[in-house]
């Protein structure tokens, strides 16, 4: 079954204690990328992945780091997490060619508390 | 640059009424645009696209979307509403242009609630 797994799906953690979120997809898609999800912003993106060893921001990247070593994952690095990063992080790879139709799959999400 | 709005973040609807969510978008180049569903606890899931082809669009589960240039518009409608349509919604954007990164721009979303 073609899917976007990430783990874990819920974590509580405190203030400067650094974690990873994985990101893992099994379609051999180019393209990955991370989003937060808060209340009334819709999704935001955090960084980007266009293959293997190229990486970007997005839209709100401050507090994050990323890493593409492999295709098929894609892990956010949550270094020194603050309170401000407690939301809902979403994963999601689409195929990057021309005249493909950048449909994007997501993951089922995680969802992250910092106290 | 492009950006997605969603004219109102509730939406309800009685069972079986019609469903009308409402996209507005700004792009500088022609866009591609999606729904996407959110069901309670879950990811999204893609309900329909446009990609410059037939400016009605089917998707799953009954909806559709309408894409009007002239209006900047990609509304989401569907005749009748079921209780399993309440969800949260968004409109989602990518602008196409030779060597653009692949940006998927999202609305703020519409969450909507079925009335029995």
């Known amino acids: 079954e073609a899917q976007v797994t990430q783990n874990p799906r819920y974590l509580i953690t405190v203030t400067g204690k650094k974690l990873t979120v994985t990101c893992s997809q099994n379609m051999n898609h180019e393209y990955m990328s991370w989003y937060r999800q808060d209340p009334g912003l819709g999704l935001r993106q955090i960084y980007y992945?266009?293959?293997?060893?190229?990486?970007d921001k997005g839209d709100v990247p401050e507090g994050y780091k990323v890493s593409r070593k492999e295709k098929r994952n894609f892990p956010l690095i949550l270094e020194s997490p603050s309170p401000n990063q407690t939301s809902l992080y979403f994963c999601?790879?689409?195929?990057?060619?021309?005249?493909?139709?950048?449909?994007?799959?997501f993951g089922p999400g995680t969802r992250l508390t910092v106290t | 640059a492009q950006s997605v709005t969603q004219l109102g973040s509730h939406v309800s609807v009685s069972e079986g009424a019609l469903v009308l969510l409402r996209c507005n978008y700004s792009?500088?180049?022609?866009?591609?645009l999606f729904w996407y569903v959110q069901y309670p606890n879950q990811g999204l899931q893609l309900l329909l696209k446009?990609?410059?082809?037939?400016?009605l669009v089917k998707g799953i589960n009954g909806f559709e979307a309408e894409f009007k240039k002239s209006e900047t518009s990609f509304h989401l409608t569907k005749p009748s509403a079921h209780m399993s349509d309440a969800a949260e919604y968004f409109c989602a954007v990518i602008g196409i242009s030779s060597g653009s990164a692949r940006q998927l721009t999202f609305g703020s979303g519409t969450q909507l609630t079925v009335l029995p």
């Open positions: 992945s266009m293959n293997v060893e190229v990486t």
């Open positions: 446009y990609t410059s082809a037939a400016t």
């Open positions: 999601a790879s689409s195929r990057l060619a021309t005249g493909i139709t950048y449909e994007q799959y």
């Open positions: 792009s500088s180049v022609p866009p591609y």
